[in-house]
């Protein structure tokens, strides 16, 4: 078979997703109505009220609270300090300036660790700043911010990574349509933190996979020059995206000489952050475990030559925003694709917000075709390569058998129980500068 008439079919889908939060409150109505979910409501205000301004922060319409705490990886013995810095894993420190484009750059700074040492790419910022399609006015994709699920939709809609000499940064005239060069097969959402020492996940990602992204709050006021070190205890919104790239459990916390002191304990993670490698120690710094605001845990990794598949079907090219409900656990969906040619489906693609989320993937041509069941171990974005490729028709996804299962929703579909959360993706998550 000629891998280039592949097909992979993207959950993306135009209406819906399928989430179920036990742990949150309903949203279904007394009469059993579905409506949409607090955080989805805040989110649309504030796109009706036009606040998406440069250096602010819009309500976030994803939540994983529901996960805090859960492991991602086996129980392990990590050592007391670990750094990509020496384990050839790391490109070259860039340079943000002069715009708000940390997430771009601490997105992209994970998917190029997670491909190292073996190869070594070097992507564009700028064509996932300018075309992450949230923001298409050519200066204000630069100044309103993002985060790592809209550079998820960007990747997993395969409009890119492109090369960096193809989009140089920063130049807001890049043409959309570049060439291609990796498919991300899988993007991890880490859960929250239970504490600040609950950081098994994040070493687990580091000697997995490759750098992590994450955010925080950035003000020069907490951070010490003299140690290049930063630790924040206050309580302000995240507004900085960074990749972490190690770690030192034994960090000498009284070294964190900013406005917020000196944290409880010792230990810190080592950060690439995107301001050039003339800042901070090449271009990196240390981070207090302590940190009250250290969050948003992201791993891009995974990524296959772009021969893997030959064209991708969808309805929702960027992804994830908002949610509505209805029930329990289980939900049943559907969706329809027309064949733009004689092709053979291998593979699909979806989310999910909770470790070990059960599926059961069905291929129906007139209703006859073959099931796939399993466990899904990760969050959220994947791409599941099919056992046998199935001919095109239709698809049917179970998901349930967990607090917290969530798969796309198609035009056309079958809820059995579940509160239905429905999602598109539209910006998500606060705007990191």
């Known amino acids: 078979m000629n891998w280039n008439r592949r097909s992979v079919i993207s959950l993306l889908l135009l209406t819906v997703l399928l989430l179920t939060l036990c742990g949150l409150p309903s949203p279904v109505s007394a009469d059993g109505a579905l409506r949409l979910s607090l955080e989805t409501q805040d989110f ?48 070259l420190v860039k340079n943000q300036n002069p715009y708000g484009t940390c997430w771009a750059f601490a997105s ?23 075309w992450s399609g949230f923001d298409n006015a050519p200066q204000g994709a ?37 060439p291609v060069q990796k498919h991300v097969q899988e993007v991890l959402f880490l859960p929250p933190r239970a504490t600040k020492l609950n950081n098994d996940n994040i070493k687990g990602a580091l000697t ?11 003000n020069d006021l907490y951070f010490s020059a003299a140690a290049n070190s930063y ?57 207090s475990y302590y940190d009250s605001k250290l969050d948003l845990f992201r791993v891009f990794n995974n990524a296959e030559a772009t021969t893997n598949y030959g064209r991708a079907y969808q309805y929702d090219p960027l992804g994830w925003i908002g949610e509505v409900g209805c029930g329990t656990n289980t939900a049943w969906f559907a969706n329809v694709f027309t064949a733009q040619a004689g092709e053979s489906l291998a593979a699909v693609s979806f989310y999910t917000t909770d470790v070990n989320a059960a599926y059961e993937v069905y291929l129906k041509t007139n209703f006859n075709g073959a099931s796939f ?22 698809q049917v996804l179970r998901s349930g058998e967990d607090d917290h299962a969530q798969r796309y929703q198609p035009n056309r579909y079958r809820v059995r129980g579940g509160r239905l959360l429905q999602r598109r993706f539209l910006r998500t998550g606060p705007k990191l500068h």
């Not at 994803?62 to 894993?89: C, E, M, N, W």
């Not at 193809?166 to 130049?171: G, H, I, K, L």
């Not at 960090?251 to 080592?270: C, H, R, V």
């Open 44 to 91: 649309i205000r504030s796109l009706e009220e036009r606040i998406l301004q440069a250096g602010e922060m819009v309500p976030d319409p994803i939540t994983l609270s529901h996960a805090r705490g859960q492991a991602v990886f086996p129980a392990a013995i990590y050592p007391a300090s670990y750094d990509l810095r020496t384990q050839g894993k790391l490109t």
């Open 108 to 130: 992209l700074a994970s998917l190029e660790s997670g491909l190292m040492p073996g190869q070594a790419w070097d992507f564009s910022e700028n064509h996932l700043a300018r």
């Open 142 to 178: 630069y100044n309103h911010g993002g985060n790592a699920t809209m550079s998820t939709a960007y990747l997993a809609r395969w409009q890119g990574p492109v090369n960096e000499a193809d989009s140089p940064y920063p130049d807001p005239s890049t043409p959309s349509a570049l």
């Open 208 to 218: 997995t996979y490759g750098a992590v992204t994450a955010s925080l709050y950035w």
């Open 231 to 287: 630790y924040y205890a206050g309580s302000t919104a995240t507004n900085h995206g960074v990749a972490i790239v190690g770690w030192d459990d034994n960090y000498d916390k009284s070294l964190f000489t900013g406005a917020s002191g000196s944290p409880s304990s010792n230990g810190a993670f080592i950060v690439r952050n995107n301001w050039g490698s003339g800042w901070g120690e090449g271009g990196y710094f240390y981070l």
């Open 373 to 394: 069941v399993g466990p899904l171990p990760r969050l959220p974005y994947r791409q599941l390569r099919l056992p046998d490729p199935g001919d095109r028709g239709q």
